[in-house]
Nanobody
Framework: VQLVESGGGLVQAGGSLSLSCAAS????????MAWYRQAPGKQRELVAR???????DYADSVKGRFTISRDGAKDTVYLQMNSLKPEDTAVYYC???????????????WGQGSQVTVSS
């Protein structure tokens, strides 16, 4: 299983960016998907999470500005980021909990990381 991210980049404060993450490979079932981020010198933190049923939750710091969504048919998760702030600057990682076969354990998979830089 591979998670391939796209999007991100450089934007001025107040601007918007979007990220997408497509899963490929042997996927029997996909459960929660999420976006994490890691800023220089800081620990990786959860940004947003979405269950297979579509329930979402967000870090307090991004509520009202970021939106996570998923397309089950495409095994893809998205993150729309609006009203970006310099403190949103980080490497963003997608995450997915995936069962590769009917009898396999649920595994945790990560994308390669995408740089998001917000200038002031």
């Amino acid at each position: 299983v591979q998670l391939v991210e796209s999007g991100g980049g450089l934007v001025q404060a107040g601007g918007s960016l979007s990220l997408s993450c497509a899963a490929s490979g042997s996927i029997f079932s996909m459960y929660a998907m999420a976006w994490y981020r890691q800023a220089p010198g800081k620990q990786r933190e959860l940004v947003a999470r979405i269950t297979s049923a579509g329930s979402t939750d967000y870090a307090d710091s991004v509520k009202g500005r970021f939106t996570i969504s998923r397309d089950g048919a495409k095994d893809t998760v998205y993150l729309q980021m609006n009203s970006l702030k310099p403190e949103d600057t980080a490497v963003y990682y997608c995450y997915a909990a995936i069962r590769t076969t009917e009898l396999a354990d649920v595994g945790r998979y990560w994308g390669q990381g995408s740089q998001v830089t917000v200038s002031s």
